[in-house]
Protein backbone atom coordinates (compact mmCIF):
# COMPACT_ATOMS: atom_id res chain seq x y z
CA UNK A 1 0.00 0.00 0.00
CA UNK A 2 1.34 3.98 -0.17
CA UNK A 3 0.57 6.18 2.29
CA UNK A 4 -0.96 9.33 1.05
CA UNK A 5 1.25 11.17 3.53
CA UNK A 6 4.88 10.37 2.65
CA UNK A 7 6.82 10.90 -0.49
CA UNK A 8 6.56 7.48 -2.17
CA UNK A 9 8.74 7.51 -5.72
CA UNK A 10 7.11 4.82 -7.77
CA UNK A 11 3.45 7.56 -6.89
CA UNK A 12 5.09 10.36 -6.79
CA UNK A 13 2.71 13.21 -8.85
CA UNK A 14 2.60 16.59 -7.21
CA UNK A 15 -0.72 17.75 -8.73
CA UNK A 16 -1.31 20.54 -6.74
CA UNK A 17 1.88 22.37 -8.67
CA UNK A 18 2.09 23.57 -12.35
CA UNK A 19 3.06 21.34 -15.34
CA UNK A 20 6.76 22.14 -15.26
CA UNK A 21 6.88 21.90 -11.82
CA UNK A 22 6.17 18.86 -12.19
CA UNK A 23 7.95 17.86 -14.79
CA UNK A 24 11.52 18.64 -13.21
CA UNK A 25 10.77 16.88 -9.80
CA UNK A 26 9.46 13.90 -11.37
CA UNK A 27 12.65 14.08 -13.74
CA UNK A 28 14.54 13.91 -10.79
CA UNK A 29 12.82 11.34 -9.10
CA UNK A 30 13.12 9.30 -12.25
CA UNK A 31 17.08 10.27 -12.07
CA UNK A 32 17.65 9.00 -8.90
CA UNK A 33 15.30 5.49 -9.38
CA UNK A 34 17.21 4.73 -12.83
CA UNK A 35 20.14 4.97 -11.03
CA UNK A 36 19.74 2.56 -8.13
CA UNK A 37 20.39 2.10 -4.55
CA UNK A 38 23.93 0.57 -5.30
CA UNK A 39 25.38 3.23 -7.09
CA UNK A 40 23.56 5.92 -3.87
CA UNK A 41 25.05 3.91 -1.35
CA UNK A 42 28.36 2.98 -3.31
CA UNK A 43 29.08 6.84 -4.08
CA UNK A 44 28.37 7.58 0.02
CA UNK A 45 30.70 5.06 0.96
CA UNK A 46 33.20 6.66 -1.35
CA UNK A 47 32.50 10.21 -0.81
CA UNK A 48 32.31 10.30 -4.62
CA UNK A 49 31.27 13.82 -5.65
CA UNK A 50 28.02 14.12 -6.88
CA UNK A 51 29.09 15.04 -10.58
CA UNK A 52 26.41 13.25 -12.19
CA UNK A 53 23.55 14.67 -9.73
CA UNK A 54 24.86 18.18 -11.10
CA UNK A 55 25.43 17.49 -14.51
CA UNK A 56 21.64 15.71 -14.50
CA UNK A 57 20.57 19.53 -12.79
CA UNK A 58 22.38 21.01 -15.36
CA UNK A 59 20.77 19.31 -18.21
CA UNK A 60 17.66 19.82 -17.06
CA UNK A 61 17.81 23.59 -16.15
CA UNK A 62 16.64 22.18 -12.79
CA UNK A 63 18.46 24.93 -10.16
CA UNK A 64 18.12 27.44 -12.98
CA UNK A 65 14.06 27.31 -12.96
CA UNK A 66 13.55 26.69 -9.45
CA UNK A 67 16.27 29.30 -8.43
CA UNK A 68 15.77 32.70 -10.60
CA UNK A 69 13.38 35.05 -9.37
CA UNK A 70 10.92 35.70 -11.97
CA UNK A 71 12.52 39.66 -12.66
CA UNK A 72 15.84 37.71 -13.74
CA UNK A 73 14.17 34.99 -15.61
CA UNK A 74 13.89 36.87 -19.16
CA UNK A 75 11.09 35.36 -21.41
CA UNK A 76 11.12 31.92 -19.66
CA UNK A 77 7.76 32.64 -18.19
CA UNK A 78 8.38 28.93 -15.56
CA UNK A 79 11.56 30.47 -13.62
CA UNK A 80 10.56 31.69 -10.16
CA UNK A 81 11.39 31.77 -6.65
CA UNK A 82 8.31 29.34 -5.35
CA UNK A 83 8.75 27.78 -1.62
CA UNK A 84 6.08 25.31 -2.32
CA UNK A 85 7.91 23.64 -5.14
CA UNK A 86 11.47 24.74 -3.49
CA UNK A 87 10.25 22.61 -0.68
CA UNK A 88 9.21 19.79 -2.70
CA UNK A 89 12.43 19.09 -4.06
CA UNK A 90 14.22 20.10 -1.18
CA UNK A 91 12.06 16.75 0.59
CA UNK A 92 13.00 14.71 -2.50
CA UNK A 93 17.06 15.58 -2.44
CA UNK A 94 16.59 14.84 1.18
CA UNK A 95 14.99 11.42 0.35
CA UNK A 96 17.98 10.27 -1.91
CA UNK A 97 20.79 11.67 0.58
CA UNK A 98 22.06 14.62 2.51
CA UNK A 99 24.76 15.75 0.06
CA UNK A 100 22.35 16.23 -3.14
CA UNK A 101 20.25 18.22 -0.84
CA UNK A 102 23.38 20.31 0.77
CA UNK A 103 24.57 21.32 -3.05
CA UNK A 104 21.01 22.67 -3.54
CA UNK A 105 20.85 23.94 -0.29
CA UNK A 106 24.56 25.87 -0.28
CA UNK A 107 23.39 27.12 -3.79
CA UNK A 108 19.89 28.47 -2.44
CA UNK A 109 22.07 30.61 0.29
CA UNK A 110 24.75 31.52 -2.32
CA UNK A 111 22.15 33.47 -3.87
CA UNK A 112 20.13 35.15 -1.09
CA UNK A 113 22.56 38.04 -1.36
CA UNK A 114 22.56 38.18 -4.77
CA UNK A 115 18.63 38.36 -5.13
CA UNK A 116 18.62 40.98 -2.17
CA UNK A 117 21.18 43.26 -4.01
CA UNK A 118 20.14 46.44 -6.31
CA UNK A 119 23.45 45.13 -8.34
CA UNK A 120 21.97 44.79 -11.86
CA UNK A 121 25.35 43.44 -13.41
CA UNK A 122 25.74 40.76 -10.24
CA UNK A 123 21.74 39.59 -10.78
CA UNK A 124 22.43 39.23 -14.39
CA UNK A 125 25.65 37.37 -14.02
CA UNK A 126 23.91 34.56 -11.49
CA UNK A 127 21.33 34.16 -13.78
CA UNK A 128 23.70 33.49 -16.65
CA UNK A 129 25.70 30.80 -14.25
CA UNK A 130 22.16 29.21 -13.39
CA UNK A 131 21.42 28.75 -17.13
CA UNK A 132 24.85 27.31 -17.55
CA UNK A 133 24.59 25.16 -15.06
CA UNK A 134 26.87 26.04 -11.91
CA UNK A 135 26.11 25.90 -7.91
CA UNK A 136 26.70 28.74 -5.42
CA UNK A 137 28.31 29.60 -2.33
CA UNK A 138 27.63 31.72 0.86
CA UNK A 139 30.96 32.37 2.73
CA UNK A 140 29.87 34.15 5.89
CA UNK A 141 31.68 31.39 8.53
CA UNK A 142 35.20 31.71 9.31
CA UNK A 143 37.50 29.06 11.35
CA UNK A 144 37.84 31.25 14.71
CA UNK A 145 34.70 33.26 14.83
CA UNK A 146 32.02 30.54 13.63
CA UNK A 147 29.31 32.15 11.89
CA UNK A 148 29.58 35.14 13.89
CA UNK A 149 29.55 38.17 11.54
CA UNK A 150 29.96 41.09 14.09
CA UNK A 151 33.76 39.30 13.94
CA UNK A 152 34.69 38.37 10.41
CA UNK A 153 38.14 38.81 9.60
CA UNK A 154 37.90 38.75 5.52
CA UNK A 155 39.53 42.16 5.17
CA UNK A 156 39.00 44.62 1.91
CA UNK A 157 41.37 47.62 1.50
CA UNK A 158 40.02 50.21 -1.29
CA UNK A 159 41.95 49.61 -4.43
CA UNK A 160 41.38 53.34 -5.21
CA UNK A 161 39.50 52.37 -8.34
CA UNK A 162 35.93 51.96 -6.66
CA UNK A 163 36.81 48.69 -6.02
CA UNK A 164 38.89 46.57 -3.33
CA UNK A 165 41.39 43.73 -2.77
CA UNK A 166 40.33 41.04 -0.56
CA UNK A 167 42.12 38.57 1.95
CA UNK A 168 41.46 36.33 4.18
CA UNK A 169 39.99 33.04 4.89
CA UNK A 170 36.44 31.33 5.15
CA UNK A 171 35.33 27.95 6.81
CA UNK A 172 32.80 25.33 6.22
CA UNK A 173 31.55 26.58 3.05
CA UNK A 174 29.94 24.11 0.87
CA UNK A 175 30.34 24.46 -2.42
CA UNK A 176 33.53 26.23 -2.77
CA UNK A 177 35.47 24.07 -4.43
CA UNK A 178 32.69 24.64 -8.09
CA UNK A 179 30.71 27.56 -6.92
CA UNK A 180 30.42 29.83 -9.90
CA UNK A 181 29.61 32.70 -7.37
CA UNK A 182 30.59 33.08 -3.80
CA UNK A 183 28.77 35.65 -1.81
CA UNK A 184 31.08 36.70 0.44
CA UNK A 185 30.82 38.53 3.97
CA UNK A 186 33.83 40.97 5.10
CA UNK A 187 34.78 44.47 6.27
CA UNK A 188 36.58 47.12 4.70
CA UNK A 189 39.71 47.52 6.50
CA UNK A 190 39.71 51.32 6.74
CA UNK A 191 35.82 51.51 8.26
CA UNK A 192 35.10 50.69 11.45
CA UNK A 193 31.56 49.24 13.04
CA UNK A 194 28.75 48.41 10.84
CA UNK A 195 29.76 50.55 8.03
CA UNK A 196 32.00 49.07 7.20
CA UNK A 197 30.33 45.44 5.89
CA UNK A 198 30.20 44.59 2.57
CA UNK A 199 28.63 41.53 1.13
CA UNK A 200 30.73 40.60 -2.70
CA UNK A 201 30.62 38.00 -5.32
CA UNK A 202 33.45 35.74 -5.94
CA UNK A 203 34.60 33.42 -8.41
CA UNK A 204 36.10 29.96 -7.16
CA UNK A 205 38.51 29.94 -10.56
CA UNK A 206 40.26 33.16 -9.92
CA UNK A 207 43.81 32.72 -10.06
CA UNK A 208 43.66 34.74 -6.59
CA UNK A 209 40.74 32.15 -5.02
CA UNK A 210 42.88 29.60 -3.02
CA UNK A 211 40.98 26.50 -2.05
CA UNK A 212 42.34 24.75 1.07
CA UNK A 213 40.85 21.42 1.63
CA UNK A 214 37.24 19.58 2.46
CA UNK A 215 37.13 20.00 6.25
CA UNK A 216 34.63 17.16 6.34
CA UNK A 217 34.54 13.61 6.35
CA UNK A 218 31.70 12.78 3.61
CA UNK A 219 30.48 12.71 0.17
CA UNK A 220 29.96 16.25 0.34
CA UNK A 221 32.48 19.44 0.01
CA UNK A 222 32.35 21.58 2.78
CA UNK A 223 35.62 24.01 2.04
CA UNK A 224 38.45 26.43 3.69
CA UNK A 225 39.55 28.76 1.00
CA UNK A 226 41.39 31.44 1.59
CA UNK A 227 41.51 34.81 -0.93
CA UNK A 228 45.04 36.16 -1.49
CA UNK A 229 44.64 39.87 -2.72
CA UNK A 230 41.50 38.90 -4.34
CA UNK A 231 40.12 41.59 -7.04
CA UNK A 232 36.89 43.06 -6.01
CA UNK A 233 35.41 45.39 -8.81
CA UNK A 234 32.72 47.80 -8.01
CA UNK A 235 30.29 45.50 -9.88
CA UNK A 236 30.97 42.52 -7.91
CA UNK A 237 29.98 44.50 -4.59
CA UNK A 238 26.61 43.28 -3.47
CA UNK A 239 25.55 45.18 0.04
CA UNK A 240 27.66 47.46 2.12
CA UNK A 241 27.08 48.63 5.42
CA UNK A 242 24.32 47.58 7.46
CA UNK A 243 22.22 46.77 4.34
CA UNK A 244 25.25 43.66 4.18
CA UNK A 245 24.71 42.56 8.01
CA UNK A 246 20.35 42.46 7.29
CA UNK A 247 21.70 40.41 3.70
CA UNK A 248 23.01 37.89 5.66
CA UNK A 249 20.39 37.48 8.58
CA UNK A 250 17.77 36.99 5.83
CA UNK A 251 19.51 34.99 3.84
CA UNK A 252 19.67 32.57 6.48
CA UNK A 253 15.67 33.20 7.00
CA UNK A 254 15.11 32.34 3.22
CA UNK A 255 17.82 29.54 2.81
CA UNK A 256 17.74 27.45 6.17
CA UNK A 257 14.27 27.10 5.95
CA UNK A 258 14.78 23.63 3.45
CA UNK A 259 16.64 21.88 6.82
CA UNK A 260 12.87 21.20 7.81
CA UNK A 261 12.44 19.44 4.38
CA UNK A 262 15.68 17.56 3.84
CA UNK A 263 14.95 16.09 7.28
CA UNK A 264 11.38 15.12 6.25
CA UNK A 265 12.79 13.06 3.28
CA UNK A 266 15.92 11.71 5.28
CA UNK A 267 13.07 10.31 7.77
CA UNK A 268 10.96 8.94 5.16
CA UNK A 269 12.98 6.30 3.44
CA UNK A 270 14.61 5.76 6.64
CA UNK A 271 11.29 4.65 7.52
CA UNK A 272 10.26 2.45 4.70
CA UNK A 273 13.65 0.70 5.23
CA UNK A 274 13.25 -0.13 8.59
CA UNK A 275 9.66 -1.13 8.80
CA UNK A 276 9.91 -3.15 6.15
CA UNK A 277 13.31 -4.74 7.56
CA UNK A 278 11.53 -5.04 10.85
CA UNK A 279 8.37 -6.44 9.58
CA UNK A 280 9.79 -9.68 7.76
CA UNK A 281 11.99 -10.36 10.82
CA UNK A 282 11.43 -13.27 13.00
CA UNK A 283 12.64 -13.37 16.54
CA UNK A 284 11.88 -15.85 19.30
CA UNK A 285 9.43 -17.23 17.18
CA UNK A 286 7.69 -14.30 16.71
CA UNK A 287 7.78 -11.56 14.28
CA UNK A 288 9.58 -8.22 15.72
CA UNK A 289 6.39 -5.88 14.35
CA UNK A 290 4.39 -8.37 17.27
CA UNK A 291 6.03 -7.12 19.79
CA UNK A 292 4.62 -4.18 22.17
CA UNK A 293 7.43 -1.72 22.46
CA UNK A 294 8.24 -2.18 18.41
CA UNK A 295 4.69 -1.25 18.15
CA UNK A 296 4.99 1.53 19.87
CA UNK A 297 8.54 2.91 18.76
CA UNK A 298 7.35 2.37 15.12
CA UNK A 299 4.36 4.18 15.52
CA UNK A 300 5.51 7.11 17.40
CA UNK A 301 8.09 7.54 14.92
CA UNK A 302 5.40 7.36 12.05
CA UNK A 303 3.46 10.12 14.18
CA UNK A 304 6.22 12.38 14.68
CA UNK A 305 7.12 12.23 11.10
CA UNK A 306 3.43 13.31 10.22
CA UNK A 307 3.62 16.05 12.71
CA UNK A 308 6.87 17.09 10.91
CA UNK A 309 5.39 17.12 7.64
CA UNK A 310 2.11 18.69 8.80
CA UNK A 311 3.99 21.91 9.98
CA UNK A 312 5.95 22.44 7.40
CA UNK A 313 3.86 22.73 4.90
CA UNK A 314 1.90 25.18 6.77
CA UNK A 315 5.16 26.95 7.39
CA UNK A 316 5.06 27.13 3.21
CA UNK A 317 1.95 29.05 3.19
CA UNK A 318 3.09 31.55 6.07
CA UNK A 319 6.11 32.40 4.19
CA UNK A 320 4.51 33.23 0.96
CA UNK A 321 1.80 34.98 2.61
CA UNK A 322 4.34 37.21 3.90
CA UNK A 323 4.63 41.01 3.56
CA UNK A 324 5.77 44.10 5.55
CA UNK A 325 2.98 43.69 7.49
CA UNK A 326 2.51 39.57 7.81
CA UNK A 327 6.13 38.71 9.31
CA UNK A 328 4.99 35.47 11.39
CA UNK A 329 7.17 33.35 9.57
CA UNK A 330 10.10 34.80 11.44
CA UNK A 331 9.05 32.83 14.18
CA UNK A 332 8.09 29.58 12.05
CA UNK A 333 11.38 29.91 10.55
CA UNK A 334 13.41 29.16 13.33
CA UNK A 335 10.92 26.67 14.44
CA UNK A 336 11.70 24.03 11.59
CA UNK A 337 15.06 25.11 11.93
CA UNK A 338 15.22 23.63 15.33
CA UNK A 339 12.03 21.78 16.35
CA UNK A 340 11.18 20.12 12.89
CA UNK A 341 15.16 18.73 12.64
CA UNK A 342 15.82 17.27 16.23
CA UNK A 343 12.19 15.45 15.71
CA UNK A 344 13.64 14.18 12.54
CA UNK A 345 16.50 13.17 14.97
CA UNK A 346 13.73 11.11 17.51
CA UNK A 347 12.14 9.38 14.38
CA UNK A 348 15.75 8.07 13.65
CA UNK A 349 16.12 7.05 16.95
CA UNK A 350 12.99 5.01 17.48
CA UNK A 351 13.35 3.44 13.97
CA UNK A 352 16.86 2.44 15.26
CA UNK A 353 16.07 1.50 18.42
CA UNK A 354 13.79 -1.17 16.87
CA UNK A 355 16.02 -2.56 13.82
CA UNK A 356 19.56 -2.04 15.81
CA UNK A 357 22.33 -3.52 14.41
CA UNK A 358 20.91 -3.90 10.77
CA UNK A 359 20.98 0.24 11.38
CA UNK A 360 25.37 0.18 10.48
CA UNK A 361 24.91 -1.97 7.87
CA UNK A 362 26.93 0.24 4.80
CA UNK A 363 24.86 -1.02 1.83
CA UNK A 364 21.59 0.80 3.76
CA UNK A 365 20.30 4.11 3.26
CA UNK A 366 19.48 3.78 6.68
CA UNK A 367 23.44 4.14 7.76
CA UNK A 368 23.54 6.98 5.74
CA UNK A 369 20.77 8.70 7.76
CA UNK A 370 21.64 7.70 11.20
CA UNK A 371 24.92 9.78 10.67
CA UNK A 372 23.37 12.67 8.39
CA UNK A 373 20.41 13.40 10.40
CA UNK A 374 22.37 14.82 13.25
CA UNK A 375 23.68 17.73 11.34
CA UNK A 376 20.78 19.34 10.17
CA UNK A 377 19.69 20.97 13.79
CA UNK A 378 23.16 21.82 14.11
CA UNK A 379 24.01 23.32 10.09
CA UNK A 380 21.85 27.00 11.91
CA UNK A 381 24.42 27.49 15.26
CA UNK A 382 22.66 24.36 17.17
CA UNK A 383 19.43 23.92 18.83
CA UNK A 384 20.20 26.61 21.54
CA UNK A 385 20.34 29.44 19.13
CA UNK A 386 16.99 28.91 17.41
CA UNK A 387 15.36 28.79 21.02
CA UNK A 388 16.60 32.17 22.02
CA UNK A 389 15.11 33.48 19.08
CA UNK A 390 12.41 32.04 19.07
CA UNK A 391 12.13 33.25 23.02
CA UNK A 392 11.67 36.48 21.47
CA UNK A 393 8.36 35.96 20.42
CA UNK A 394 6.54 34.84 23.19
CA UNK A 395 5.23 37.60 24.85
CA UNK A 396 3.41 39.04 21.61
CA UNK A 397 2.50 35.15 20.77
CA UNK A 398 1.19 34.28 23.96
CA UNK A 399 -0.33 37.29 25.23
CA UNK A 400 -1.19 40.08 22.68
CA UNK A 401 -2.86 38.37 20.04
CA UNK A 402 -3.72 40.49 16.91
CA UNK A 403 -6.47 39.55 13.68
CA UNK A 404 -4.57 38.77 10.81
CA UNK A 405 -6.24 37.93 7.22
CA UNK A 406 -6.74 33.85 6.77
CA UNK A 407 -3.64 32.32 5.28
CA UNK A 408 -4.38 30.35 2.67
CA UNK A 409 -2.69 26.85 1.40
CA UNK A 410 -0.23 28.39 -0.95
CA UNK A 411 0.50 26.21 -4.14
CA UNK A 412 0.21 28.90 -6.57
CA UNK A 413 2.99 29.49 -9.13
CA UNK A 414 3.38 32.89 -7.63
CA UNK A 415 7.10 34.38 -7.37
CA UNK A 416 7.71 34.58 -3.34
CA UNK A 417 9.43 37.89 -4.31
CA UNK A 418 8.87 39.67 -0.74
CA UNK A 419 11.53 37.38 0.44
CA UNK A 420 14.35 39.41 -1.28
CA UNK A 421 12.69 42.54 0.18
CA UNK A 422 12.55 41.81 3.73
CA UNK A 423 13.96 44.65 4.64
CA UNK A 424 16.10 45.28 8.63
CA UNK A 425 16.23 42.35 10.56
CA UNK A 426 15.20 43.67 13.61
CA UNK A 427 12.00 44.39 15.17
CA UNK A 428 11.24 40.76 15.69
CA UNK A 429 9.68 41.53 19.62
CA UNK A 430 7.24 44.15 17.82
CA UNK A 431 5.47 41.42 15.27
CA UNK A 432 1.78 40.27 15.86
CA UNK A 433 0.52 36.92 15.99
CA UNK A 434 -3.56 35.78 15.25
CA UNK A 435 -4.34 33.88 18.58
CA UNK A 436 -3.11 30.57 18.51
CA UNK A 437 -5.99 29.59 20.76
CA UNK A 438 -8.60 29.34 17.80
CA UNK A 439 -6.83 26.02 15.99
CA UNK A 440 -7.13 24.36 19.32
CA UNK A 441 -10.73 25.68 20.07
CA UNK A 442 -11.65 23.92 16.67
CA UNK A 443 -10.02 20.38 17.56
CA UNK A 444 -11.16 20.63 21.35
CA UNK A 445 -13.24 17.33 20.60
CA UNK A 446 -10.21 15.23 20.30
CA UNK A 447 -8.97 14.01 23.78
CA UNK A 448 -5.39 14.60 23.69
CA UNK A 449 -5.40 18.50 22.01
CA UNK A 450 -7.84 19.31 24.90
CA UNK A 451 -5.53 18.06 27.41
CA UNK A 452 -2.46 19.54 25.58
CA UNK A 453 -4.61 22.50 25.79
CA UNK A 454 -4.71 22.89 29.40
CA UNK A 455 -0.88 22.23 29.19
CA UNK A 456 -0.60 25.21 27.33
CA UNK A 457 -2.82 27.44 29.18
CA UNK A 458 -1.17 26.56 32.25
CA UNK A 459 2.27 27.93 30.40
CA UNK A 460 0.85 31.50 29.98
CA UNK A 461 -0.59 31.41 33.44
CA UNK A 462 3.17 30.73 34.83
CA UNK A 463 4.44 32.97 32.74
CA UNK A 464 1.54 35.75 34.08
CA UNK A 465 1.88 34.68 37.66
CA UNK A 466 5.46 33.13 38.31
CA UNK A 467 7.48 34.50 35.57
CA UNK A 468 11.61 34.35 35.22
CA UNK A 469 13.01 37.06 37.18
CA UNK A 470 15.76 39.16 36.17
CA UNK A 471 18.67 36.69 37.41
CA UNK A 472 16.71 33.70 35.21
CA UNK A 473 16.49 35.76 32.17
CA UNK A 474 20.27 35.76 31.86
CA UNK A 475 20.29 32.37 32.63
CA UNK A 476 20.14 30.38 29.12
CA UNK A 477 19.73 27.22 30.60
CA UNK A 478 16.93 27.73 32.12
CA UNK A 479 15.22 29.90 29.60
CA UNK A 480 15.63 27.45 26.98
CA UNK A 481 13.38 24.57 28.84
CA UNK A 482 10.98 27.35 28.70
CA UNK A 483 11.44 28.25 25.14
CA UNK A 484 10.64 23.90 24.60
CA UNK A 485 7.75 24.75 26.09
CA UNK A 486 6.98 27.52 24.34
CA UNK A 487 7.70 25.69 20.86
CA UNK A 488 5.18 22.88 21.54
CA UNK A 489 2.46 25.24 21.74
CA UNK A 490 3.57 26.78 18.04
CA UNK A 491 4.04 23.37 16.90
CA UNK A 492 0.72 22.45 17.54
CA UNK A 493 -0.88 25.02 16.35
CA UNK A 494 0.41 25.01 12.67
CA UNK A 495 0.04 20.79 12.76
CA UNK A 496 -3.80 21.96 13.90
CA UNK A 497 -3.93 24.54 10.63
CA UNK A 498 -2.73 21.71 8.26
CA UNK A 499 -4.63 18.83 9.69
CA UNK A 500 -7.75 21.11 9.00
CA UNK A 501 -6.86 22.26 5.75
CA UNK A 502 -5.63 18.44 4.45
CA UNK A 503 -8.80 16.81 6.34
CA UNK A 504 -6.41 14.62 8.58
CA UNK A 505 -7.57 11.52 10.21
CA UNK A 506 -9.17 12.11 13.49
CA UNK A 507 -7.10 9.30 14.97
CA UNK A 508 -3.96 10.46 13.83
CA UNK A 509 -4.38 14.00 14.79
CA UNK A 510 -5.31 12.79 18.65
CA UNK A 511 -1.79 10.14 18.58
CA UNK A 512 -0.12 13.19 17.49
CA UNK A 513 -0.93 14.97 20.45
CA UNK A 514 -0.32 12.06 22.92
CA UNK A 515 3.26 12.36 22.23
CA UNK A 516 2.79 16.07 22.55
CA UNK A 517 1.18 15.50 25.89
CA UNK A 518 4.28 13.77 27.06
CA UNK A 519 6.52 15.81 25.39
CA UNK A 520 4.87 19.00 27.07
CA UNK A 521 5.11 16.79 30.77
CA UNK A 522 8.90 15.94 29.85
CA UNK A 523 10.42 19.42 29.42
CA UNK A 524 7.90 20.44 32.64
CA UNK A 525 9.69 17.72 34.70
CA UNK A 526 12.93 19.17 33.32
CA UNK A 527 12.16 22.32 34.46
CA UNK A 528 11.10 21.04 37.92
CA UNK A 529 14.39 19.88 38.18
CA UNK A 530 16.80 23.19 37.07
CA UNK A 531 18.68 24.92 40.09
CA UNK A 532 17.31 28.19 38.90
CA UNK A 533 13.66 27.06 38.95
CA UNK A 534 11.99 28.40 42.04
CA UNK A 535 9.44 26.37 44.08
CA UNK A 536 6.52 28.08 43.11
CA UNK A 537 7.69 27.45 39.20
CA UNK A 538 8.55 23.84 40.47
CA UNK A 539 4.89 23.36 42.26
CA UNK A 540 3.46 24.39 38.52
CA UNK A 541 6.02 22.32 36.72
CA UNK A 542 4.56 19.08 38.76
CA UNK A 543 1.14 20.14 38.18
CA UNK A 544 1.26 20.34 34.46
CA UNK A 545 2.58 16.91 33.98
CA UNK A 546 0.17 14.77 32.41
CA UNK A 547 -0.78 11.17 30.88
CA UNK A 548 -2.06 10.95 27.33
CA UNK A 549 -5.36 9.97 27.30
CA UNK A 550 -5.17 6.05 26.10
CA UNK A 551 -7.19 4.98 22.93
CA UNK A 552 -6.52 1.01 22.35
CA UNK A 553 -8.50 1.28 19.43
CA UNK A 554 -7.00 4.97 17.89
CA UNK A 555 -3.32 3.27 18.39
CA UNK A 556 -4.40 0.40 16.45
CA UNK A 557 -6.02 2.41 13.23
CA UNK A 558 -2.57 4.34 13.40
CA UNK A 559 -0.28 1.33 13.66
CA UNK A 560 -2.25 -0.29 10.85
CA UNK A 561 -0.74 2.70 9.16
CA UNK A 562 2.74 1.87 10.01
CA UNK A 563 2.58 -1.90 8.95
CA UNK A 564 1.01 -1.09 5.72
CA UNK A 565 4.21 0.50 5.14
CA UNK A 566 6.18 -2.75 5.33
CA UNK A 567 7.16 -3.74 1.47
CA UNK A 568 5.60 -0.34 0.67
CA UNK A 569 8.64 0.98 -1.32
CA UNK A 570 12.33 -0.73 -1.83
CA UNK A 571 14.68 1.45 -4.05
CA UNK A 572 15.92 -0.50 -7.53
CA UNK A 573 19.26 -2.04 -6.90
Known amino acids: MSDPLLFHPHRYDPADLDETSRRLLR ?21 EWYADFLAFAAREGLFATFLTPSADGGDDPDKRWDTARNAALSEILGFYGLGYWYTWQVTVLGLGPVWQSGNAAARARAAELLDQGHVMAFALSERPHGADIYATDMLLTPDGEGGFRATGGKYYIGNGNVAGLVSVFGRRADVEGPDGYVFFAADSRHPAY ?15 FRLEDYPVRAEDVLHTGPAAFDAALNTVNVGKFN ?3 ASIGICEHAMYEAVTHAHGRVLYGRRVTDFPHVRRELTDAYARLVAMKLFSDRAVDYFRSAGPDDRRYLLFNPMTKMKVTTEGEKVIDLLWDVIAAKGFEADTYFD ?206
Open 259 to 261: LCT
Open 368 to 573: KAAKDIRGLPKLEGTVHVNLALILKFMPNYLFRPQPHPAVPTRRDAADDEFLFRQGPARGLGAIRFHDWRAAYDAHAHLPNVARFREQADGLVALLAAHAPDETQQRDLDFLLTIGQLFALVVYGQLILEQAELTGLDADLRDEIFDLLVRDFSGYATELHGKAATTDEQAAWALAHVRRPVVDADRTAQVWQRVADLAGAYEMRR
Open 210 to 224: RLVRNVVNAQMYVSE
Open 27 to 47: ATVDWFETRGKRALVDSYNTH
